[in-house]
């Protein structure tokens, strides 16, 4: 499986970043690929779980092509996010911004790596039509285009700043 991780590139939206992951699945003996996007310059990445779980090797191919594999940190099955590390330190990362400041109708930017494209990021512009707290779990309902390969990817305000995380599952099995 392929996992993109996002690192500073400039953008119509303000300074993003960007990486691929590459997701092996032993058991099922299938590969696959999802988003992801660096929160800290000594190669700590964040994605959504369910787009790591059951991966057998998780590469990060940083956006100068070079690859490097890596390990989960911490994963967190109820909020569906897995924090992963690649050694390498000095990395552009994202600028997070405050996900509690944004309103219903603010316009936000869902980034990802749709599925078996290629490595070129798709940008999604949509609005924020709801704001949920189911469980304890904050969510933001978008009318962006979610594409599957976009789990894991950064969802960005208009300022450029990361302030969610994009999940798009396959509903249909």
């Keep these: 499986m392929r996992l993109?991780?996002?690192?500073?590139?400039?953008?119509?939206?303000?300074?993003?970043?960007?990486?691929?992951l590459i997701l092996g699945h032993p058991i099922w003996a299938q590969s696959g690929s999802g988003t992801g996007f660096i929160v800290h310059p000594d190669g700590y990445i964040l994605t959504c779980h369910h787009v790591v779980k059951g991966?057998?090797?998780?590469?990060?191919?940083?956006?100068d092509?070079?690859?490097?594999?890596?390990?989960v940190v911490e994963a967190d099955t109820y909020k569906d996010l897995a924090l992963l590390k690649i050694p390498v330190q000095g990395l552009p990362c994202v600028t997070l911004g405050d996900s509690e400041r944004t309103r219903v109708l603010d316009s936000v930017i869902?980034?990802?790596?749709?599925?078996?494209?290629?490595?070129e990021v798709a940008a999604n512009?949509?609005?924020?039509?709801?704001?949920?707290?189911s469980e304890k779990i904050p969510l933001?309902?978008?009318d962006a285009a979610v594409n599957?390969?976009?789990?894991?990817?950064p969802l960005v305000n208009d300022h450029g700043e990361v302030i969610g995380v994009v999940v798009a599952v396959d509903t249909t099995r």
Excluded: H, M, T
Aim: net charge positive; proline share 5%; with cysteine.
């Design 125 to 133: 512009e949509g609005k924020i039509n709801a704001k949920r707290d």
């Design 148 to 153: 599957p390969g976009n789990s894991g990817g």
């Design 4 to 20: 993109i991780i996002f690192s500073r590139k400039w953008i119509s939206v303000g300074l993003i970043s960007s990486c691929l």
């Design 55 to 63: 991966a057998g090797k998780i590469e990060v191919v940083l956006p």
């Design 140 to 142: 933001f309902q978008i």
């Design 110 to 119: 869902a980034l990802g790596y749709p599925l078996e494209i290629g490595n």
């Design 65 to 71: 092509s070079i690859r490097q594999v890596a390990e």
